[in-house]
């Protein structure tokens, strides 16, 4: 896997290349790059996909600086620019930080995309991501919560992955998402500091701020999402000036693990209409 390094440590990532239409896809909270493997997989034809993995607990190299959102937005907005990225198709699914990046940092977008996500006032989102941030709090607590999740009998319960899916993610992903936490303190000290230095305010201000960005903007929501509530998806799309809606059914928040085809073909339904 290609890495890159940045001012605050070094990213891995991948990208498939290509002259197409740049998408750049972001993950959240304890995955990586691998949750978007067969949403890549149907966009690779016609499109340079690029698919960082951010420090949130599954990435492989720590950080030199202790991440905080405010620091990740800043990461992401320089790895844009270090890749020389343009007329980019910004995509996040379950984090919100590519809300700030939009408000923040437009000039390299050409399009946004709101996938299932944190906004508003759902920060940290349902009782998994207050779970998290005690467990980040309590000493011990997180080495403890990371030992249960990872036990295979239990990844369907409803404080983990079974929050987000509705489907059986393969047990070789979710062990990748999960080893970094689990061997390495490094890793286990970024996802604490992250998760410790949240901004209870910063999704309602990039809210506030979406309302100024006039380019073209998709919010895709699962409709039987138990994370993020149905009405947020209306709420973004209806505060975006060039804001659509699309639901997708029979998924939860994951939509790329649930429903991937779905989701790969409204992205190229979306890149393909808004194109210059």
């Known amino acids: 896997m290609p890495e890159i390094r940045l001012s605050a440590g ?3 990532y991948e990208d498939t290349g290509g002259d197409g239409p740049v998408v750049v896809l972001l993950h ?12 890549t997989a149907g966009l690779r034809a016609g499109h340079r996909v ?3 993995t951010l420090p949130y607990g599954a990435h492989r190299r720590p950080l030199d600086r202790p991440p905080t ?3 990740v937005v800043e990461l992401i907005a320089e790895f844009l620019d ?23 940092h437009p000039e390299r977008l050409a399009r946004l995309v709101l996938v299932s996500c944190e906004a508003f006032d759902n920060y940290p989102p349902g009782l998994p991501g207050k779970m998290i941030g005690a467990a980040c709090r309590v000493p011990g607590a997180l080495p403890l919560l990371v030992r249960v999740l990872g036990l295979g009998p239990l990844r ?3 404080v983990g992955i079974g929050a987000l899916t509705k489907r059986p993610v393969p047990d070789e992903i979710v062990d990748g998402w999960l080893r970094p936490l689990r061997t390495d303190p490094a890793i286990r000290r970024d996802f604490r500091h992250y998760n410790t230095h949240i901004r209870r305010t910063e999704l309602l201000e990039a809210a506030e701020g979406l309302r100024k960005f006039d380019k073209p903007a998709l919010v895709v929501w699962a409709t039987e999402d ?3 509530p149905r009405a947020h998806g209306r709420r973004l799309a209806e505060l975006l000036p060039q804001g659509r809606l699309v639901e997708i059914d029979d998924s939860r928040t994951l939509i790329a693990e649930d429903q991937p085809r779905r989701l790969a073909s409204v992205l190229r339904e979306f890149v393909a209409r808004t194109g210059k």
């Open 69 to 71: 959102p405010d620091l």
């Open 82 to 104: 270090r890749l020389d990225l343009t007329d980019v198709t910004l995509v996040e699914s379950d984090c919100g930080r590519a809300q700030t990046v939009a408000v923040r």
């Open 10 to 12: 070094t990213v891995e």
């Open 28 to 39: 959240g909270l304890v995955h990586d790059s691998t949750v978007w493997r067969e949403v």
């Open 50 to 52: 690029v698919a960082p």
């Open 156 to 158: 369907r319960l409803p």
């Open 226 to 228: 138990l994370m993020m």
